[in-house]
């Protein structure tokens, strides 16, 4: 199996051919479609991690604009030189951090990934953040990580002992779920 960091650069070669033939703002708005029925289940006043989606990443605004005029609290990232990514509610112009242990209390992880293969496993961009948050969660708290059309299905994957597999996937054109029962289909 190729290492991950060819995988890497392969994957995100191919992204950049992918972005250059989307329609950015038309895929913001299909992925908020997508990611609402996830919302909609959601405690009044939830917690949900998210992040602030580069260029060439799927874009995350138009579902940040879903889960905000939901009355939801979102928090975004901060990453620290260590790695290890503190969080700051989306919008707060200081970035004020809340703390690493913020996603104890989440109801629901946007999360970015490379790809995603079908028994869930989740390539990132090789910092090892995620794989540290994703077991804070609470049992139970949905995981979807983002991709672009095309991306979605890559693998096998290389898998590390300490890669956390996913079990849904969210594409401008879909929802899928991943790993044992492959159960969601949107």
Not at 7 to 21: D, K, S
Not at 90 to 112: H, K, M, T
């Amino acid at each position: 199996m190729e290492a991950k960091g060819d995988v890497r650069r392969r994957l995100r070669e191919t992204r950049r051919r992918i972005v250059a033939l989307r329609d950015l703002d038309a895929d913001a708005a299909d992925l908020a479609r997508r990611v609402a029925p996830f919302v909609t289940g959601l405690p009044s006043g939830a917690t949900v991690l998210s992040y602030e989606s580069l260029p060439h990443e799927p874009p995350t605004g138009d579902v940040h604009t879903l889960l905000l005029e939901a009355g939801h609290r979102v928090l975004v990232p901060i990453t620290l030189p260590d790695r290890r990514l503190d969080w700051c509610r989306l919008g707060d112009p200081d970035r004020r951090p809340l703390g690493i242990d913020s996603p104890r209390g989440a109801d629901l992880a946007v999360i970015p990934a490379l790809a995603v293969d079908r028994a869930g496993t989740r390539l990132g961009q090789g910092g090892g953040c995620y794989d540290r948050v994703l077991p804070m969660l609470p049992a139970g708290t949905p995981v979807l990580a983002l991709l672009h059309p095309g991306e979605a299905g890559a693998g096998p994957l290389p898998r590390d002992e300490h890669d956390v597999p996913v079990h849904t996937l969210v594409t401008a054109e879909g929802v899928h779920g991943v790993g044992p029962g492959e159960a969601i289909r949107r």
